[in-house]
């Protein structure tokens, strides 16, 4: 069964777990079965029925632009990396000079 590696942010969730094992042939069916287990994962996950834009999904290593729609093996990987967003207010300086 593919192996779902859970963001730091979303281990509320999962009971403090960093993996859990789902069945699923497709990101899609693995993040519904997810779901069956831990209520509630897949509104954090998913916006509608597409991986939130600020989450980025890898397969086996590699970035999957197929995101929900990418096919799955029997002992695939995927790890959910949540973008982090932040940067300076207007007028901010990164430096400061003396």
Same mark, same amino acid.
């Given at each position: 069964?593919?192996?779902?590696?859970?963001?730091?942010?979303?281990?509320?969730?999962?009971?403090?777990?960093?993996?859990?094992?789902?069945?699923?042939?497709?990101?899609?069916?693995?993040?519904?079965?997810?779901?069956?287990?831990?209520?509630? %994962?897949? +509104? $954090? &996950?998913? =916006?509608?029925?597409? !991986?939130?834009?600020? /989450?980025?999904?890898?397969?086996?290593?590699?970035?999957?632009?197929?995101? %929900?729609? +990418? $096919? &799955?093996? =029997?002992?695939?990987? !995927?790890?959910?990396? /949540?973008?982090?967003?932040?940067?300076?207010?207007?007028?901010?300086?990164?430096?400061?000079?003396?």
């Amino acid at each position: 069964m593919p192996t779902l590696w859970i963001p730091t942010p979303l281990r509320d969730l999962t009971q403090g777990k960093p993996s859990v094992t789902v069945t699923g042939s497709t990101v899609r069916e693995a993040i519904e079965n997810l779901e069956l287990q831990f209520p509630g %994962i897949k +509104e $954090r &996950l998913c =916006e509608e029925e597409k !991986v939130r834009p600020n /989450i980025s999904v890898f397969v086996d290593g590699q970035i999957t632009h197929l995101k %929900i729609r +990418e $096919r &799955l093996e =029997e002992n695939s990987e !995927v790890h959910f990396v /949540i973008a982090i967003s932040g940067g300076r207010e207007q007028g901010q300086t990164s430096f400061k000079f003396s």
